[in-house]
Antibody, heavy 118, light 111 residues
Framework: QVQLVESGGGVVQPGRSLRLSCAASGFTFSTFAMHWVRQAPGKGLEWVAVISYEGRDDYYADSVKGRFTISRDNSKNTVYLQMNSLRTEDTAVYYC???????????WGQGTLVTVSS | NFMLTQPHSVSESPGKTVTISCTRS????????VQWYQQRPGSSPTSLIF?????PSGVPDRFSGSIDSSSNSASLTISGLKPEDEADYYCQSYDTTNHVVFGGGTKLTVL
């Protein structure tokens, strides 16, 4: 059974940084792409980033490119999202999602809330 | 890049059938697979349909997906509506540069 547990969310001031973590279990982590998808309060889903199974390739939404970095540690079954230069519009629940592929999210974590506010 | 447009909301009575559309703004809907997700209030999304019309194990066959090239859209059809189907539904596809695209979501109300 796939389990994805996000952590690291919280309240942060604009311009500051935050790192999210997602601990995975219940599947062979090192063989699957991993995504981050966010959802602003009361809004729809917005894809943020994806990383390939071995960590060699990554892609980002235009809204976060150059500010966010996705990475993974297959020895720890963990994927990360480093978020720099945070803006108020980055306020959202951030979901870690196991991917069937680089373009198909499949199984979702419970999410962690990031609030960017002064 | 392209957009996926969904109706903001739909409503139908229990036992009836409802269809939610997802229209691709440019390029062909057949160019890349469409997925559908269900998000019940207060919960994380779950996978309903993948690769246009395939159901993950455990998803009832009341849920079906299709694409229509003439309207350049994908559709999610839910038959035999139940109160627990009341949720937000999102379509998703991707472009040629490995960017994932979500539709804006449709709120289904089961009257």
């Amino acid at each position: 059974q796939v389990q994805l547990v996000e952590s690291g969310g919280g309240v942060v001031q604009p311009g500051r940084s935050l790192r999210l973590s997602c601990a995975a279990s219940g599947f062979t982590f090192s063989t699957f792409a991993m995504h981050w998808v966010r959802q602003a309060p009361g809004k729809g889903l917005e894809w943020v980033a994806v990383i390939s199974y071995e960590g060699r390739d990554d892609y980002y939404a235009d809204s976060v490119k150059g500010r966010f970095t996705i990475s993974r540690d297959n020895s720890k079954n963990t994927v990360y999202l480093q978020m720099n230069s945070l803006r108020t519009e980055d306020t959202a629940v951030y979901y870690c999602v196991k991917g069937v592929s680089m373009v198909q999210p499949e199984s979702w974590g419970q999410g962690t809330l990031v609030t960017v506010s002064s | 890049n392209f957009m996926l447009t969904q109706p903001h909301s739909v409503s139908e009575s229990p036992g009836k059938t409802v269809t939610i559309s997802c229209t691709r703004s440019s390029g062909s809907v057949a160019d890349s697979y469409v997925q559908w997700y269900q998000q019940r209030p207060g919960s994380s999304p779950t996978s309903l349909i993948f690769e246009d019309s395939e159901r993950p194990s455990g998803v009832p066959d009341r849920f079906s997906g299709s694409i229509d090239s003439s309207s350049n859209s994908a559709s999610l059809t839910i038959s035999g509506l139940k109160p627990e189907d009341e949720a937000d539904y999102y379509c998703q596809s991707y472009d040629t540069t490995n960017h994932v695209v979500f539709g804006g979501g449709t709120k289904l109300t089961v009257l």
